[in-house]
Every structure is written in structure tokens, then in C-alpha cells.
């Protein structure tokens, strides 16, 4: 049953988006990011919106599931949202009831947080949805690695990056196997006070750690027998190689971000 | 010229620093064993014999405490020639699992290259022809978490092969898994070692090392017999008095010989045992 769960929501494809080079993706978030934060109006907004749009096309993930990302952070967008609503005094009055006055630059203001919240979750679930998770961390290890000069240790993040993944459904079998041996000698672990169902835990977690443990150790007695030394001299099955399509994408970024800079200016609202 | 593996008179023991006074517990007792290339050597034990031990001082992850180990010429006590002697002698562990780092079955595959920093083109090929030789090709691209224990352990052994070790030593490889993966496993050793690969097999299925060509049995750090399986196995009765058993079928054929059958005393295999009783039979 928890085997099911999938870590990272990667959505195996061929699409121009997937086939981009992961590095690229990276920067390309990032440019997206900052035409969010640097758009004022709603019309440069819309820039974003258009951008995001494309992207979503292109890369043939269903438009649902862009809907799907924002579902978990529907709290936090209704929270901020009221935030603004209420604190923001400036602007004429729509609504006076005792202390409490909404103001036209409150519901402004709580359109357009929200506006970039969602666009902003949309936009980086994308790039999780078409780069799978060892792509991503080859890519981090790859764009860190000028910091090794001052001794900034890419190579091993990345490595305990990838061990980390490669053990997530591994571990995850352990526990149900683990939950199920405790189920089997009378645990109680779906019953009673959240105090009692934590306290029911601990000998779900002790075992697991302690295999965990052990599995460490094998596994850097394996990872040492295949010659493991660290990042020095090392070499990788795949390249990442940057394609003409690559700098395309860059560049109609670029083109996006002068659009929300010049909407910034221009536009009426 | 040089042997190929020579343990000469190798003394290894674990000390356990958190007992007051400090515990040694030496498992591996002068043992000297020599290891000719392209030999298939099945090490047999019961648990707490040493053989895992052993097998650890053949790739310098065990370093013995007083005489040496040579592998082609080269002490793995030198801690120079250590990435040269881990790819000669290449390891695999009991549990799959363990031992496969990666998320790709291809880039697992290509682990101990990128560590030996091979070039790119040269990884593909080698991963690739490792991935054929174990019959794992087709499944190149998936995650290992959903592939079976024999499949999962055909992946660890391609990582080691992909290195082109000369010799792979086997740490009990197919103690976790079922019987199927058991026969996928054994088929690929047999033809590993038939392509020229020197195969050290730690195991305590006495089925397994009946495949083999020379058995060496240990008990309680020393090496008690070095022989051919059907030479090891005759000796039924030294082998239950260190906590071991016969093949099945040997079992079977020592009782029918109490009971007058005129068998031979050294059969090992089903195979042998079904044509012998044939043959008695028709006989009459």
C-alpha cells in the first residue's frame, strides 16, 4: 500500500521540454522566478502566465495536473490572500464594518499575491514533472561544481542526493514489512490519542534506523570494492550536452522578461 | 611467473574496543591458499567459520594482521596498487540491495567506471557488453527497486564485471533470494568462469558447490579440506562434525550403500545419481 507512494512527481516523456538540457531547465526556472518577482501589473503578469502556458503545451503534461500542483497550497494563498485583504488600509474604501475596511488596494494586492503564488508553484512543478530526479541532482552536481574551489563539496551532495533517492522505495518496503511484523505481534497503531499512535511509532522507528544502518555499511563496502574514491577523476556514463534548442529557450526567456519589464512601465494596471 | 591469488599464512582477527579489556577474536587461523587463474573454487562453512573473512582479504577491504595476500604479484597490504587489485578481484555481497547505488539500472551498471574514470564512449560499451553477459540488457533503463532479487543481484554482478575483473569473489550471492534467482544466479557464475573468469563462491548450499571445480571447506579460521567437490563430499562423516551437510543425493546414495546397494560413493549430482540407479536397475 505505502509502496505506491511516488517520490517526485516525474512524468516520463519526449517532449521538447524533456529534452532539454537539465542545466538549462534549471536556469530557466530560475529566469521564470524572477519574472514573477520583478512583474508589478497585472498585464506583465500575464507575460508569466503566457510563458508558463507555452512551456505547459509544449511539454504535453495534462493542463490538470498543473491544477493538481497548486492543490496543496491552497491554505497558504488563502491565508496570504486575507492577510492582504484586511491589513492593507490604503486606497479607496470598498467596505467599512467596525475596525475591519477593505480596501480597493487590499483586494488588489490579494488578486495579485495570489496570481504569483500559483504561477510560481505551476512553473517549478513543471520542471519537476519533466526531469527526473536523478537528471536534476546530475545537473545541480554539474552547475555547483566551480564552487569546488573553494572546497564546496558538489560531488558528495549530489552522491548522498542520488543515495538518498535509490533507498527512498527501499526503505519505505522495510517499513511495511517492519509495521507489518509489529501489527502481526499485537501493535496498536491505528487507535487512540496522537500521543499514544506517536508512542506507537517508536518500535516501527527503532528497528528501521538500525537496518538503516546496516544497509549504510554494506553499501559503502560495495561502493569501496567498485573503486569509489570521491568526485576526483571521475568520469560519467552520460554527458550533458547543451543543443541549439537549448539556447533558443534561453533566449525567448530573456525575450519574456524584457516583455514584463516593458509591461512593468506601460501597461495601466 | 607469479600466482595468480597466493594466500601465504594469512591471521586475521576482529577486536571489539568497546569490551574492558579489549576482545580479540581471531577468525581467519595461518591459512595459506593458493588460487590459479580461471579456477571455479566454491569456499564452504557454516557461520562463524572465517569464509566471509577470507573473502574480504582477497580485495585489501580486510588487511591480514600477519602473513600476506598476493593477487597476480601485488600485496594488498600496498596501499598503491589498491584500485589496481579491487579491479582485478571484483566483490558481490549477499543482499542486492545493498550494493546497487544508483536509480538507473545502467548507471549502477557504470558506478565503478565513472570511478575509474573511463572515458564516456568507452563506459557505454563496457556497461552495455556487462549488461548482455548477465542477461540484463532489455532492462537497461529501469529502476532496480522493481526488479526481482535474481534480477537485482544479476545487476550487481554486471557491476562488478563491467570493471573486467579476472577474478569475481561471490559473498554468499544468493542467500536472499528464492530458489528461481538462485538457479539465474548459479547459471551466470558457470558461464562467467566457462568465458575465463576465476569464480570464488562463499556459500553453505552444498548444492552450489557441488558446481564447482574444487571445494575448500573451513572451519573455525582454518582451511580442514581442499579437494574436488566428489573428494570433499565422500567424506560425510568430517563434514557433519563441523556443523555441514552432504548434497541430498549423497546422503541418499551413503544410505543405499549401508543398505548393500553397490553404488559408487562419490555421486554429487541428481543427474548422476538418476543414471547409476539406472544402470543397477537394468542390471537387475
Request: hydrophobic share 45%; net charge negative; with cysteine.
Amino acid at each position: 500500500m505505502i509502496k505506491d507512494i511516488t517520490i517526485g512527481q516525474f512524468f516520463p516523456g519526449n517532449s521538447i521540454v524533456h529534452r532539454l538540457d537539465p542545466r538549462i531547465k534549471l536556469l530557466l526556472t530560475v529566469i521564470y522566478i524572477v519574472m514573477l518577482f520583478v512583474a508589478d501589473t497585472f498585464c506583465a503578469l500575464g507575460a508569466g502566465v503566457v510563458f508558463l502556458l507555452i512551456s505547459f503545451l509544449l511539454s504535453g503534461i495534462p493542463i490538470k495536473m498543473m491544477l493538481k500542483s497548486v492543490k496543496p497550497i491552497v491554505p497558504i494563498i488563502l491565508f496570504t490572500g486575507i492577510l492582504n485583504l484586511f491589513f492593507i488600509s490604503t486606497g479607496d474604501i470598498l467596505f467599512q464594518w467596525k475596525f475591519i475596511r477593505i480596501t480597493e488596494d487590499g483586494v488588489r494586492t490579494m488578486i495579485f499575491m495570489a496570481t504569483r503564488i500559483i504561477l510560481l508553484i505551476c512553473g517549478t512543478s513543471l520542471l519537476t514533472y519533466t526531469t527526473s530526479p536523478i537528471t536534476l541532482t546530475d545537473a545541480i552536481e554539474r552547475i555547483l561544481s566551480p564552487l569546488k574551489v573553494i572546497k564546496f563539496p558538489a560531488h558528495e551532495i549530489a552522491m548522498m542526493m542520488t543515495i538518498a533517492l535509490r533507498f527512498i522505495p527501499t526503505l519505505i518496503e522495510e517499513t511495511d514489512k517492519i509495521m507489518s511484523a509489529q501489527k502481526a505481534r499485537g501493535a496498536d497503531m491505528e487507535t487512540g490519542s496522537i500521543l499514544k499512535r506517536a508512542k506507537a511509532l517508536i518500535p516501527i522507528l527503532i528497528p528501521l534506523f538500525v537496518s538503516a544502518f546496516r544497509r549504510a555499511e554494506e553499501l559503502a563496502l560495495a561502493m569501496e570494492c567498485r573503486c569509489y574514491h570521491g568526485g576526483d577523476g571521475r568520469t560519467r556514463l552520460k554527458q550533458l550536452k547543451t543543443a541549439p534548442r537549448d539556447y533558443a529557450a534561453v533566449a525567448v526567456a530573456i525575450l519574456f522578461l524584457a516583455a514584463v519589464i516593458v509591461l512593468n512601465r506601460f501597461s495601466p494596471i | 611467473m607469479d600466482k595468480f591469488i597466493e594466500i601465504k599464512g594469512a591471521t586475521f582477527s576482529y577486536v571489539d574496543e568497546y569490551d574492558d579489556p579489549p576482545t580479540k577474536n581471531t577468525v581467519i587461523k595461518n591459512v595459506s591458499l593458493d588460487i590459479d587463474r580461471g579456477e571455479f573454487v566454491a569456499v564452504l562453512g557454516h557461520n562463524g567459520s572465517g569464509k566471509s573473512t577470507l573473502a574480504k582479504l582477497l580485495n585489501a577491504i580486510n588487511l591480514p594482521e600477519s602473513g600476506d595476500v598476493l593477487i597476480e604479484g601485488m600485496n594488498t597490504k600496498d596501499e598503491s596498487r589498491l584500485y589496481d587489485i579491487r579491479k582485478t578481484v571484483g566483490m558481490v555481497f549477499q543482499n542486492p540491495d545493498n550494493q546497487i547505488v544508483a536509480t538507473v539500472v545502467e548507471e549502477d551498471v557504470a558506478f565503478a567506471l565513472e570511478n575509474i574514470g573511463v572515458e564516456p564512449s568507452e563506459i557505454r560499451r563496457r556497461v552495455d557488453e556487462a549488461l548482455k553477459t548477465v542477461g540484463m540488457y532489455d532492462y537497461r533503463e529501469h529502476a532496480p527497486h522493481k526488479l526481482s532479487g535474481g534480477q537485482k543481484q544479476r545487476i550487481a554482478i554486471a557491476g562488478v564485471l563491467a570493471m573486467k575483473p579476472e577474478c569475481i569473489v561471490m559473498d554468499e550471492p544468493t542467500a536472499m533470494l528464492d530458489p528461481i534467482g538462485r538457479r539465474e544466479i548459479m547459471s551466470t557464475i558457470k558461464e562467467l568462469n566457462a568465458s575465463g573468469v576465476t569464480i570464488v563462491l562463499i556459500t553453505h548450499y552444498m548444492e552450489e558447490a557441488a558446481q564447482a571445480g574444487r571445494v575448500v571447506v573451513m572451519n573455525d579460521g582454518e582451511v580442514i579440506a581442499d579437494d574436488t567437490p566428489k573428494r570433499v563430499f565422500s567424506q560425510a562423516e568430517m563434514l557433519k562434525g563441523v556443523g555441514l551437510d552432504v548434497p541430498d543425493v549423497t546422503d541418499l546414495t551413503h544410505a543405499l550403500i549401508k543398505e548393500g546397494l553397490k553404488l559408487p560413493d562419490d555421486i554429487i549430482s541428481e543427474d548422476e545419481c538418476v543414471d547409476e540407479l539406472y544402470k543397477l536397475l537394468k542390471k537387475g
